[in-house]
């Protein structure tokens, strides 16, 4: 780290469109799923290259709320190679900008599930992200939600719990999900959580993740496999969409979890998110 006043070199540095649900959206896209994103940018030049490079992936930019006056949001990673360390600073901008009411009409209509993400960032949206679980349910769609880091570290969720009926699947990492549990026990913390309709996906790193399946109170683990570590940036991100993509296409939840897995542990292998069109793809042929 740099002392203050001082300045110091990086080995590498990039710029590339980002966020936990754009982040599982490009995945997804590159698979070859049929996804569409829905998020807010500003009226700037970053909003606009942003755009312009989700549509080269194959997301229809259209679902992207332009807000004039705001600037876009962006973060910051610093990531220290082979430890597999990084830290993050968000300079929010627009992040908190996304409300239920600026969702494009008939949106839920023209999917089989939604996946929300950044619970904790998003302040103008997640009052509403109760609501917006109950109406994708009565769309007939199936739902998730990762929740992400809470930067002010108070891991309130309670607005969401009388809605947590309409969620199919919950998928916290290890420390978001004990920090909102207040548990230390992980296992214990994951046969506790209610409702029991709604499936658990705990991501716990190296450990690869654990799961407790809709209606059952069994955690099953699931260990992931060597790599040779260079970022972690994105690995949760990729683990979702590798476990939608395997639900999506009907594969069971533990077959699902393992597809996350490989993902997540492929993503580790480089330094933010792969941007070769079939790099994904290649892992679920």
């Known amino acids: 780290m740099p002392q203050m006043g001082a300045e110091v070199f990086a080995g590498h540095g990039s710029m590339k469109p980002g966020g936990s649900a754009a982040n599982t959206s490009m995945i997804l896209a590159m698979c070859g799923a049929p996804v569409a ?9 970053a909003g606009s290259r942003i755009t312009s490079e989700l549509g080269e992936i194959g997301l ?34 627009s992040l908190d900008k996304a409300r239920l ?49 809470d930067p002010l570290g108070k891991w309130d969720m309670s607005a969401l719990t009388p809605f947590l009926e309409y969620l199919d699947w919950f998928l916290p990492n290890r420390t978001e999900f004990l920090s909102i549990t ?17 499936g658990l996906v705990v991501k716990a790193g190296s450990e690869g993740a654990y799961l407790r399946e809709p ?22 991100d990729a683990f979702n969409a590798g476990f ?8 069971g939840a533990a077959d699902a979890v393992m597809q996350g897995n490989c993902f997540g542990a492929d993503s580790c292998g480089v330094v933010g998110l792969p941007r070769e069109q079939d790099h994904f793809l290649k892992l679920v042929e």
């Open 182 to 198: 207040g548990q230390s026990n992980l296992v214990k913390a994951m046969e506790r959580f209610m409702p029991l309709t709604t």
């Open 244 to 251: 939608l993509f395997g639900l999506c296409r009907g594969d």
């Open 37 to 45: 994103f829905h998020g807010v940018a500003g009226n700037d030049s």
């Open 101 to 149: 009411q600026d969702f494009v009409p008939g949106y839920l209509k023209q999917g089989a599930h939604l996946h929300l993400a950044s619970y904790f960032i998003q302040a103008a949206l997640s009052p509403d992200v109760g609501g917006l679980l109950e109406l994708a349910r009565m769309e007939g769609m199936t739902t998730s939600l990762d929740p992400g880091h």
């Open 60 to 93: 229809d930019p259209g679902f992207i709320n332009r807000v004039n006056g705001e600037q876009t949001g962006f973060t910051v990673v610093l990531t220290y190679q082979g430890l597999g360390e990084r830290m993050l600073v968000t300079s929010p901008g």
């Open 215 to 236: 209606e059952q109170q069994e955690i099953l683990h699931f260990p992931s496999r060597a790599v040779d570590l260079l970022d972690t940036t994105c690995a949760g």
